[in-house]
């Protein structure tokens, strides 16, 4: 008899394919337990080699011994075995089949768990992306009054009937938590906490809330507490006939589970009242409790309020709360998630570096979805943190993803967009996706400067304006509308007005390091480098010493022409920090301006390595650099390569807005050594009042041909004075209060 008939006979290959079916089973259970257990992330590498190792020891055993009606015993290799092995094939068959059944049930479970769902999303990328893009682009979403969607919703904020301080935090909990429910339903439109907490306390009628927040319908509800006992009331209105559609009252026990329970029974009965159809894995998502601590539960509440205004200290006052919580519930998913987007929020809004965001964040995100791997915003978190990294694509995936779990969720929608506008020079895709976060979250401040912010990138400066002034006047306290509109009057070359609301929003939030930076430009862009050094001194003794601090510093040295001591401390930060790209991209313009353009050019090469491939994407934002390689290169003699370069760059400006294109132009005929056309291009830049960071640019080598053109001495003469002049109105602005 051959080795591979006596396999078969021994029913060794049974034997092999049962084990194989069951293994694989008892790995899939043994992540399930290990993630719902939080077991260590040990466990399930420990059965994984327990299996490996058992599976040749149960083949050899299947080859020595075999079962029979006696039990088990030695095979004897002989025909009078031969009854024993066809009784053991039917018991193996049987395991088989049964093993069988129990893979299909555990796939069917993982689909409607999502497990499959997400890989099934993140093959098929481009389908998402234009459906998510498509879907903000339409302007069927851009809601008239008149044809508000049906399933459309407001919760308004509950009111504490007694008006018991102490039934406040409760009250303000069960709101914010019923909001984050209902969120998850797919099928309907959810207007964000930020908000609808403006209407807290209102004299609005319903009629006037739904027609500003564009929607059908309206939330009310009521909480009242009487010691460990509380009673929720809730009705659903029809804003436009003013009719209560569905109303409840809830008795119970003052605890998590049971004000868990009473959310989620509220969010499926406002789905059955406005027949919006739940999907199994919207039904799984909404037993997912967040936490039994209601101290863990109120010390997240608490955080949650203090994010809106994106002030400095409320931030970190916010990351406290939100540690407290999870110190008090070790398995509470969401508060280490809004751990994690407050470190990014930190990195923006305060003095806290890019390596310590990563540090600190990227392990919360992480144990957050072990904890919790479908949830939305663990899922944002995540892309935000790999944009940061630059790993856009997939960023963009996370995304995506984030949008299929919670389509309402309008963080997701805003961060999204602002990868797009700031790193894949996609601004018109940002733009609709920033309208949608504003249809989700229409009173949000940090969403709608974003509306603003994308309209400024593609040229549309009136509309920005506009749109930061609606900003200020419902949430005056919000620093991030004068920045930008700070921002926008030094893009259009009126530094007046950019110092004084780069001022405007430092009162707002002193504890901003990014504005004070921006104020400090804004200075020298106005010729005025003793305020500069006014502001790097308050710097220097509000906030730790750091490389914003030295960098800034190196630009005051620059300002004064004092280009030793500007390439020295360039070249000291460079020596320490030259994994840092700001770093690396100084240090080659110093040796640039230098004239050692063979390191000069050797360092470009390897900063713009990545970029040059991609210009039509992330080019926009780093022409500076790209021009810089391109004369590096003309200096070596590599003409040639300089050339296409530029021909790239002009592509590129196609697709940018006029109003947004500054020196570009210029640096390109300057580099192809067009001197009249060079000085031409200034004058117009001039005129057009487009001269930000005139201090920097015209000490490059480009420009060496036409600064003794009378041309340019005149137009050199007439910034001079341009300038001199921005000085005394700001003078008399600060002295009379005014801005306009």
Known sequence: MSFFSELKRRNVKRVATAYLIVSWLVTQVANTLEETLNLPAWFDTLIVIVLLVGFPITLIVSWIYDFTPDGIKKDQGDKSNESNAKASSKKLNLIILVAAIGVVAMITWQIFNGKFAKSLIFDNQEVVKENVINDANDTSNQVKISEKNNKSIAVLPFDNVTN?????????????????????????KVISRTSVLRYKNTLKSIAEIATELGVANILEGGVQRSGNQIRINVQLINAETDENIWAERFDSELTADNIFNVQTEISKKIAEALKAQLSDQEHNSLALQDTQ??????????????????????????????????????NYALAYIA??????LLMAYSDLSEENMFRLGEPLIEKALKLNPLMAEAYTSKASYLNDKGEFEKAEENFLYSIKLNPNYSTTYHWY????????????????????????????PVIQLSVAASLQQLGLHKQALLELH????????????????????????????????NKKAIELDSGNINLYASLL????????????????????????????????QSLIYFAESNIKKWSQTIKELYDSQSSDYDVSTYYAFSLLINEDYEKANALFEDILSEVKNELSTVGVHYLEDIMAHTFTLKQLGETQKSQA???????????????????????????????????????????????????????????????NEPEFIKAYQRLMDILKQQRQELLELEQEGKTE
């Open 293 to 330: 601590n209601m101290q863990a539960y109120n010390a997240y509440l608490a955080g949650r309020q203090l994010l809106i205004n994106r002030n400095s200290e409320e931030l970190k006052q916010a990351l406290k709360l939100f540690q407290k919580a999870t110190e008090l519930d070790a």
């Open 339 to 344: 751990q994690a987007d407050t470190l990014s």
């Open 470 to 501: 609606k900003v200020m006047e419902y949430a005056p306290d919000y620093q991030g509308a004068p920045g930008e509109i700070a921002d926008i009057y030094s893009i259009k070359g009126d530094y007046t007005k950019s110092v004084y609301w």
């Open 417 to 444: 967009g602002l990868m797009l506008r700031e790193n894949l020079n996609r601004p018109e895709e940002a733009l609709a996706l920033h309208r949608k976060a504003a249809l989700l979250d229409p009173l949000s």
């Open 521 to 552: 430009k804004a200075y020298l862009n106005i010729g005025d480098i003793a305020a500069a050094k006014t502001v790097l001194n308050n710097m220097q003794n509000k906030f730790f010493d750091n490389l914003e601090l030295k960098m800034l």
């Open 164 to 188: 018991n301080p102490e039934s406040e935090p409760i009250t303000l909990g069960l709101h914010d938590d019923l909001l984050t429910h209902i969120s998850k339903i797919s099928a309907l």
């Open 645 to 707: 370069l530029i021909s790239q760059v002009e592509e590129l400006l196609n697709t940018i807005p006029e109003e947004n294109v500054e020196w570009t132009p210029l640096f390109i005929k300057a580099i192809q050594g067009n001197t009249d056309e060079t000085v031409n291009a200034f004058v117009k830049l001039i005129e057009e009042g487009k001269s930000q960071y005139w201090w920097f640019y015209l000490s490059l080598p480009y420009f060496k041909e036409m600064k």
